[in-house]
Protein backbone atom coordinates (compact mmCIF):
# COMPACT_ATOMS: atom_id res chain seq x y z
CA UNK A 1 0.00 0.00 0.00
CA UNK A 2 0.98 3.35 -0.94
CA UNK A 3 0.17 6.77 0.81
CA UNK A 4 0.57 9.89 -0.87
CA UNK A 5 -0.50 13.22 1.64
CA UNK A 6 -1.84 16.73 -0.11
CA UNK A 7 -3.62 19.68 1.04
CA UNK A 8 -1.17 21.14 3.28
CA UNK A 9 -0.13 24.61 3.01
CA UNK A 10 0.23 28.26 4.89
CA UNK A 11 -3.04 29.37 6.54
CA UNK A 12 -3.96 32.22 9.31
CA UNK A 13 -5.21 31.03 12.42
CA UNK A 14 -8.60 30.72 12.71
CA UNK A 15 -8.36 29.13 8.95
CA UNK A 16 -9.39 26.10 7.31
CA UNK A 17 -7.34 23.31 5.51
CA UNK A 18 -8.51 20.09 4.00
CA UNK A 19 -5.99 17.60 3.92
CA UNK A 20 -6.31 14.14 1.56
CA UNK A 21 -4.35 11.09 1.60
CA UNK A 22 -4.87 8.58 -1.82
CA UNK A 23 -4.16 4.99 -1.44
CA UNK A 24 -2.86 2.87 -4.74
CA UNK A 25 -0.96 -0.32 -5.05
CA UNK A 26 -2.56 -3.35 -2.95
CA UNK A 27 -6.39 -1.78 -1.45
CA UNK A 28 -6.45 -0.94 2.06
CA UNK A 29 -10.36 -0.26 2.14
CA UNK A 30 -10.74 -2.75 5.36
CA UNK A 31 -7.76 -0.84 7.33
CA UNK A 32 -8.22 1.72 9.56
CA UNK A 33 -6.36 4.99 8.75
CA UNK A 34 -5.24 7.65 10.93
CA UNK A 35 -3.79 11.16 11.02
CA UNK A 36 -0.42 12.15 12.65
CA UNK A 37 1.23 15.00 13.10
CA UNK A 38 5.44 16.12 14.18
CA UNK A 39 6.34 19.28 14.74
CA UNK A 40 9.95 20.34 14.76
CA UNK A 41 11.71 19.24 18.25
CA UNK A 42 8.27 17.40 18.81
CA UNK A 43 7.58 13.31 18.98
CA UNK A 44 4.70 12.27 16.54
CA UNK A 45 1.51 12.60 17.94
CA UNK A 46 -1.92 10.78 17.17
CA UNK A 47 -4.60 13.28 15.33
CA UNK A 48 -7.34 11.20 14.69
CA UNK A 49 -8.33 8.51 13.16
CA UNK A 50 -11.66 6.44 11.43
CA UNK A 51 -12.51 2.48 10.94
CA UNK A 52 -12.37 0.93 7.64
CA UNK A 53 -16.46 1.66 7.48
CA UNK A 54 -16.38 5.24 8.28
CA UNK A 55 -18.80 5.08 10.62
CA UNK A 56 -16.41 5.43 14.12
CA UNK A 57 -13.83 8.40 14.20
CA UNK A 58 -11.69 9.34 17.45
CA UNK A 59 -9.82 12.44 17.90
CA UNK A 60 -7.02 13.69 19.73
CA UNK A 61 -8.17 15.94 22.74
CA UNK A 62 -6.02 19.49 21.09
CA UNK A 63 -8.17 18.48 17.89
CA UNK A 64 -11.97 17.28 19.12
CA UNK A 65 -14.31 19.78 17.93
CA UNK A 66 -11.90 21.55 15.26
CA UNK A 67 -11.24 18.63 13.23
CA UNK A 68 -13.16 15.61 11.56
CA UNK A 69 -11.81 12.81 9.72
CA UNK A 70 -13.87 10.90 7.11
CA UNK A 71 -12.96 8.30 4.61
CA UNK A 72 -14.26 7.41 1.21
CA UNK A 73 -13.29 3.21 0.50
CA UNK A 74 -14.96 3.71 -3.48
CA UNK A 75 -11.77 6.61 -3.95
CA UNK A 76 -9.27 4.84 -1.54
CA UNK A 77 -8.95 8.20 0.17
CA UNK A 78 -9.05 9.73 3.71
CA UNK A 79 -9.68 13.66 4.32
CA UNK A 80 -9.12 15.57 7.17
CA UNK A 81 -11.03 18.53 7.49
CA UNK A 82 -9.48 20.91 9.58
CA UNK A 83 -10.93 24.08 11.13
CA UNK A 84 -10.52 27.16 13.05
CA UNK A 85 -6.53 26.55 13.00
CA UNK A 86 -4.36 27.51 16.02
CA UNK A 87 -0.68 28.16 15.24
CA UNK A 88 -0.05 24.97 18.36
CA UNK A 89 -1.51 23.19 15.13
CA UNK A 90 1.81 24.07 13.01
CA UNK A 91 2.85 20.40 11.93
CA UNK A 92 3.94 18.10 9.52
CA UNK A 93 0.79 15.89 9.15
CA UNK A 94 1.07 11.98 7.86
CA UNK A 95 -1.34 9.75 6.79
CA UNK A 96 -1.62 6.14 7.86
CA UNK A 97 -2.93 3.25 7.56
CA UNK A 98 -3.25 -0.57 9.32
CA UNK A 99 -4.74 -3.61 9.20
CA UNK A 100 -4.36 -4.59 13.20
CA UNK A 101 -5.62 -0.85 14.50
CA UNK A 102 -8.48 -0.09 15.43
CA UNK A 103 -10.38 3.52 15.39
CA UNK A 104 -8.99 3.98 19.10
CA UNK A 105 -5.39 2.98 17.95
CA UNK A 106 -2.74 6.47 18.72
CA UNK A 107 0.39 4.35 19.26
CA UNK A 108 2.13 5.25 15.83
CA UNK A 109 4.18 1.78 15.86
CA UNK A 110 1.14 -0.26 15.36
CA UNK A 111 0.53 1.53 11.88
CA UNK A 112 1.97 -0.16 8.62
CA UNK A 113 2.04 2.21 6.02
CA UNK A 114 2.66 6.18 5.95
CA UNK A 115 2.57 8.81 3.55
CA UNK A 116 5.16 11.23 3.30
CA UNK A 117 3.92 14.46 5.18
CA UNK A 118 2.54 17.16 4.42
CA UNK A 119 3.32 20.60 5.93
CA UNK A 120 0.49 22.63 7.59
CA UNK A 121 1.62 26.15 9.12
CA UNK A 122 -0.72 28.19 10.70
CA UNK A 123 0.53 31.95 11.37
CA UNK A 124 -0.64 33.95 13.98
Known amino acids: VQLQASGGGLVQAGGSLRLSCAASGRSDSTYTKAWFRQAPGKEREFVAA????????YYADSVKGRFTVSRDNAENTVYLQMNSLKPEDTAVYYC??????????????????WGQGTQVTVSS
Open 50 to 57: INWRGHSA
Open 96 to 113: ASSSRAGATTTIWTLYDY
